[in-house]
Nanobody, 115 residues
Framework: QVQLVESGGGLVQPGGSLRLSCAASRIIFSFYAMGWYRQAPGKQRELVATITSGGSTNYADSVKERFTISRDNAKNTVYLQMNGLKPEDTAVYYC?????????WGRGTQVTVSS
């Protein structure tokens, strides 16, 4: 059974930083594109950032210049470095692994930005 396990969430003050990790198991990780999505209370899940199997990245406009997605294929892990956090970044952050029509999701990790 494929597993994606997110970690690294928590409570941080505005302007602070967090690094999220998503460890994958039971997939050939290097073949998959990976993505981070988030869902705030009362809102739809939205794309944050993606990284292809070849390492090309894409970001939502709201996080460009602040967030960085990266991957370590040797560790089957994708990361999201979040700097300059704002209260509007508060959400549950989900990891997604996808290839062609197949997609797997993690259970999410809570990020709360508040003073």
């Amino acid at each position: 059974q494929v597993q994606l396990v997110e970690s690294g969430g928590g409570l941080v003050q505005p302007g602070g930083s967090l690094r999220l990790s998503c460890a994958a198991s039971r997939i050939i990780f290097s073949f998959y594109a990976m993505g981070w999505y988030r869902q705030a209370p009362g809102k739809q899940r939205e794309l944050v950032a993606t990284i292809t199997s070849g390492g090309s990245t894409n970001y939502a406009d709201s996080v460009k210049e602040r967030f960085t997605i990266s991957r370590d294929n040797a560790k089957n892990t994708v990361y999201l470095q979040m700097n300059g956090l704002k209260p509007e970044d508060t959400a549950v952050y989900y990891c997604k692994a996808y290839i062609t029509t197949v997609a797997y999701w993690g259970r999410g990790t809570q990020v709360t930005v508040s003073s």
